[in-house]
């Protein structure tokens, strides 16, 4: 008896399905499964091999019910504008207990066995009394949901910067911790308005080629690495990851590019970090502006860039 990977609910959530006996289901399938939150809609995404199953963090299991129907599609029709309307309800509710919290979606269980609210909230919530207004008033079972930003825009947000539907809302079921450090080996700006996606947190898709570039440095010799290339000695300063390629500045001071397979040998390795050099550099460049014009003021946008930058290292 086959399984499937069907993914259900409104997060997106994934899990391993099984069939009754002779029945097969293709990748976009829509069903009507029973899940451990009650009956709801799936879709298939593909058949659950072993390979599938052992990618996937502690998967929940159900079983697979039928295709969707007709009758299915106009019931989903009526929730949809029923979900609407509870949305609207919960939200006059919270108002009137003045709770401090932010309503994000409601999530309407096809079977009728609960309703979902999503909402955001700084600190600990006691929605007792909210709770128990809801099950009166809908007569069915109310689950209170917490989530983060980044959850709130896989509920919510529709197209990235990109142009694309975002990553979170599509195709990724799970969202992998992203750090400053993944941008900054990769290049990418440090202004956190073009690298913030629309939960205001870094771009998922930062992390996509981290591991590729984390390789592909392991391959050259550090910042500050002393060197031995065929045009002589030389000191690393900076790399070109993507390209192969190192920065050198040689014993005449002059500035060349070799690539990582003519680096003959590494003479001293570096630590790979240019914040001394940074500051030296920042050092010399403010002493030699002081000379030049002591009283000119200085420029708002590189004292904001340095602020970004900044703040980035830190």
């Keep these: 008896m086959p399984k499937y990977v069907v993914r259900h609910g409104v997060m997106r959530l994934l899990g391993v399905f099984s069939t009754r006996a002779g029945e097969a289901y293709g990748r976009g399938v829509p069903v009507i499964a029973r899940t451990s939150r009650g009956l709801e809609t799936g879709e298939v995404l593909c058949e659950a091999t072993e390979h599938v199953v052992s990618t ?15 009758e299915d599609v106009g019931e989903l029709r009526r929730m949809l504008e029923q979900q609407q309307q509870e949305h609207e309800i919960c939200k006059q509710r919270i108002a009137e207990l003045q709770l401090d919290m932010q309503l994000v979606d409601v999530e309407h269980l096809y079977g009728g066995e609960r309703i979902v609210v999503y909402y955001l909230a700084e600190d600990r919530v006691d929605f007792r009394q909210l709770v128990k207004n809801l099950a009166k008033e809908f007569q069915t079972r109310i689950e209170m949901c917490q989530i983060g930003v980044r959850d709130e825009a896989k509920l919510l947000a529709d197209y990235g910067d990109c142009g694309k539907p975002v990553c979170c809302n599509t195709h990724l079921s799970e969202m992998p911790p992203v750090s400053m450090r993944m941008a900054k080996l990769q290049k990418a700006t440090l202004d956190p308005s073009k690298i913030s996606g629309r939960c205001g947190r870094l771009k998922c898709c930062l992390r996509y080629e981290y591991n590729t570039y984390q390789d592909l440095q392991k391959e050259l010799p550090p910042v500050g690495s002393e ?8 000191r690393v300063l900076a790399q070109e990851i993507l390209a192969s390629q190192v920065l050198v500045v040689g014993e005449d001071s002059q500035r060349f590019v070799v690539s990582g397979a003519d680096v003959l040998t590494i003479l001293k390795r570096g630590s790979g970090s240019r914040s001394k050099s940074r500051k030296r550099a920042a050092g010399t460049a403010k002493n030699e502006e002081s000379s030049q014009d002591a009283q000119s003021p200085s420029n708002p946008e590189n004292n904001q860039s340095d602020k970004d930058e900044l703040t980035a290292d830190e």
């Design 56 to 70: 996937m963090d502690d998967p929940k299991h159900g079983q697979i019910l039928r295709q969707q129907n007709d």
């Design 227 to 234: 060197i031995l290339t065929k045009q002589g000695k030389g």
